[in-house]
């Protein structure tokens, strides 16, 4: 891993009556539309929480209260590594209004096995399902 530049990056793990929020990238991004918790890279100067807020805010102009980090996964790429952390958060706005997601869903555990998720996110995934 060594020589490749690490990114900071925080999702949130939203739940609400059993189902978790789940965004999809847009066509145009990297790793375009596969499935993730919603996030962003954390920015200098930015805490987890900070940057976790911001991200929230910017991509489906939501409120959200971060609450501790949930598992940490590193991933690496061919030209970076990801330094991956997911953390409980609260939904504190009562709409979502998808602005730099392509589309984004509650679901089930269960459910999140039909979805296609980049590797650090599949990591995640299978750690809360157990696995």
Do not use: C, N
């Not at 089930?108 to 590797?119: K, Y």
């Amino acid at each position: 891993m060594a020589g490749k530049p690490t990114i900071r990056v925080v999702a949130a793990q939203m739940e609400k009556g059993g189902r978790y929020l789940i965004t999809q990238r847009p066509p145009h991004a990297t790793l375009p539309l596969l499935w993730e918790f919603p996030g962003g890279r954390v920015e200098a100067g930015e805490t987890d929480a900070e940057a976790l807020a911001r991200e929230l805010a910017e991509e489906m102009a939501i409120q959200v209260e971060v609450g501790e980090v949930v598992l940490s996964v590193q991933r690496e790429y061919d030209r970076y590594i990801i330094d991956f952390h997911v953390y409980a958060v609260e939904l504190i706005s009562t709409q979502i209004t998808p602005i730099k997601v392509h589309d984004y869903k509650w679901v089930t555990v269960e459910e999140m096995g039909e979805f296609e998720f980049p590797a650090a996110d599949q990591e995640s995934v299978d750690q809360l399902l157990g696995g």
